[in-house]
């Protein structure tokens, strides 16, 4: 075979062509791009990021917006925005008052303008937040297998009956989820609500409980499904994605109470695809999204007034019982949780 | 003819290490100094001050090293089948090395939830056998996450050792054999002297890509087995103390780094260099 030779005069040119071929994406996706902007929206991961893809991707598309869904825990998007301030990597944020408080506090987020969304009126005025809207209430609860364990009736039942024994998850003081269900122990085994003491000593007590510590309700909801697990604390969307999977999963009011954060979406400072933005809002908090929403396997609680709730959401819970729900102090939270998730994550390493 | 410098070549290279690579650590090393004060070891200070993060190191320069045994003793013995064989093993053999590195590490780590699982192959062939009554999880486990950690870096072993092999004379073992070496003296005195480069090279892949695997920690390890990604994983994404962050992505650098000179030191070795 004849070898090939190549001077470095051609070599050069090569490079360059190989370089120029790189950067022509860029134009053209510039000419591609819609001609009322883009908006990137943090989503949470999973079921949220699938869901609103589908269900508000092509609504903003008809409006001549581009939407990019972008999945982060809410965590995750705090800690990017506070990464590079005044070029935020988000338009909006989707968020629970936790995070809120916190993005506040570091003037991450700004007040909405509710004239620029046409469906503002339709939601109950509890949630119509200054820095926005409310989209959903996630309720929380225990997720069991019923195939593996009997039903829980509540916190207290996890670790005082054997048959759950080995078989229970739980997630670091980082998740929403698990600090809203660690307020609730510490209400039963402490003096109340930020006794966190009293649930660390509980742990120490119950070493088997501790096995089973993942970093994620993400990973709990993989080891569910390979049957690694058969508890874990959730919301109903997770039980809702999980029977959706085809599996046997089964969600739990705890006999205390159930813990709920409403989830919002937020407008970032700093965001310079203000009308994408609004748009998007606008999209989430309508009637024809939020009916799509409440369906399998998202099944999320409508916020709009004019979405009637579907028998599946309404077996879990109705909107007269959304306020009988558990609300945490978010402020109380936030003003240890940096010390609990420390010595949380000591405790579970031994 | 005057001889043409290389240098001009060398230059875009060097541009997009200094702007890509060298810039984005001399900001990591400086934002590890930065305290409301002014520069501080403060944060290293607080770093080695708890038990805690001292242990998390340790843990993770024991999972690199019990994967690199791992690695090493599942890939010698490749290679050296790829080196004795012909070319339709050959072929299978780099396929097979191949494949699942161009598999997503996340995929290959879900897989291992599968195999390490209750109901997985390892705990039925373990009842089968007798050897336990009731099903057995190795998730969350040094164990399991070591047994993955092997399958998903034995790759970063395999290629450099079939590398160093493919140049090496198949005619040393028979010379080896002439002069009454049996096949573990062969194994011991000659090859592994001329695999030493390769199993260093790999060695610092392993270590390297072992204590800085994210995924596979946090998912196979759980929250038990805490290694130093996590650990700068949870100062930054949880509690978004970058300062400290930085240290312990630091301290993570230099451990490698140590370690990584202590290799290439050894590899340099006379007694061993004579060797080979």
């Known amino acids: 075979m004849k070898d090939v030779e190549i001077s470095r005069r051609r070599f050069g040119y090569l490079m360059a062509g190989v370089a120029a071929s790189t950067m022509l994406p860029f134009p053209l996706r510039a000419a591609s791009a819609a001609t009322g902007g883009s908006a990137v929206a943090a989503t949470f991961p999973g079921n949220w990021e699938d869901a609103y893809r589908n269900v508000l991707t092509p609504v903003l598309k008809k409006q001549g917006f581009d939407l990019t869904i972008a999945p982060a825990m809410a965590q995750d998007q705090l800690a990017k925005i506070m990464a590079s301030p005044g070029n935020p990597p988000y338009d909006t944020l989707l968020m629970s008052p936790g995070q809120m408080t916190i993005a506040v506090e570091n003037d991450l987020i700004q007040k909405i303008d509710p004239s620029r969304l046409k469906n503002w009126s339709l939601l109950d005025p509890s949630f119509q937040g200054v820095y926005g809207p409310t989209v959903t209430v996630e309720v929380n609860g225990i997720a069991y297998n019923p195939d593996l364990v009997p039903r829980p009736k509540g916190y207290r039942d996890l670790f005082e009956n054997p048959a759950y024994k080995g078989l229970v998850s739980w997630t670091g003081f980082a998740s929403n989820t698990a600090v809203m269900a660690y307020t609730e122990i510490a209400k039963i085994y402490g003096k109340g609500p930020a006794d966190m003491a009293a649930v660390f000593k509980l742990f120490k007590e119950h070493p088997e409980q501790l096995k089973g510590v993942v970093d994620s309700t993400n990973h709990q909801m993989t080891l569910f499904q390979q049957g690694e697990i058969a508890v874990f604390m959730c919301s109903t969307s997770n039980v809702a994605r999980l029977k959706s999977l085809g599996l046997n999963a089964e969600f739990v009011h705890p006999e205390t109470g159930s813990p709920a954060a409403p989830v919002n979406i937020h407008l970032t400072k700093g965001s310079k695809n203000l009308d994408a933005a609004y748009a998007y809002m606008d999209a989430a908090i309508s009637q024809s999204a939020q009916q799509q929403l409440e369906q399998p396997p998202t099944e999320m609680f409508p916020t709009n007034k004019n979405v009637a709730l579907t028998p599946a959401i309404s077996a879990y819970v109705t909107r007269e019982q959304l306020k009988t729900l558990v609300y945490p102090d978010w402020a109380e939270i936030n003003k240890n949780r940096d010390d609990w998730i420390r010595q949380f994550d000591t405790l579970v390493a031994g | ?276």
Not at chain 2, 58 to 85: D, F, K, Q, S
Not at chain 2, 108 to 122: C, D, E, H, K, S
Not at chain 2, 199 to 218: N, R
């Open chain 2, 1 to 276: 003819m005057m001889k043409q410098s290389g240098f001009p070549y060398v230059v875009p290279m060097l541009l997009l290490s200094v702007a890509f690579f060298a810039t984005p650590l001399a900001v990591l090393v400086g934002f590890s100094f930065t305290g409301n004060g002014g520069m501080t070891l403060d944060h290293y200070a607080r770093f080695f001050g708890d038990a805690f993060n001292f242990r998390v190191l340790v843990n993770t320069a024991r999972l690199g090293i019990e994967t690199v045994i791992g690695t090493t003793l599942l890939g010698i013995p490749i290679a050296l089948l790829y080196w004795h064989g012909g070319r339709n093993l050959r072929q299978i053999l780099i396929f097979l090395t191949l494949i699942p590195m161009l598999t997503s590490n996340v995929v290959r780590t879900f897989a291992w939830i599968v195999i390490l699982g209750r109901q997985g192959p390892i705990s039925e062939a373990l009842m089968a056998m007798g050897i336990t009554g009731m099903p057995v999880s190795l998730m969350f486990t040094e164990l399991g996450l070591v047994m993955a950690m092997c399958q998903i870096d034995l790759p970063l072993i395999i290629l450099p050792l079939i590398a160093i092999l493919s140049r090496t004379p198949y005619q040393l073992t028979e010379a080896a054999q002439v002069s009454g070496a049996g096949p573990w003296r062969i194994l011991v005195t000659v090859l592994l002297p001329l695999m030493l480069p390769g199993l260093l090279a790999g060695w610092i892949l392993v270590f390297a890509s072992t204590s800085s695997s994210f995924v596979t920690q946090a998912v196979i390890g759980g929250a038990r087995n805490v290694y130093v990604p996590q650990l700068i994983y949870r100062e930054v994404g949880t509690l978004f103390d970058w300062p400290l962050a930085s240290a312990i992505a630091v301290v993570l650098l230099l451990s490698t780094g140590c370690l990584l000179v202590a290799l290439t030191m050894i590899s340099r070795h006379r007694r061993l260099v004579g060797h080979a």
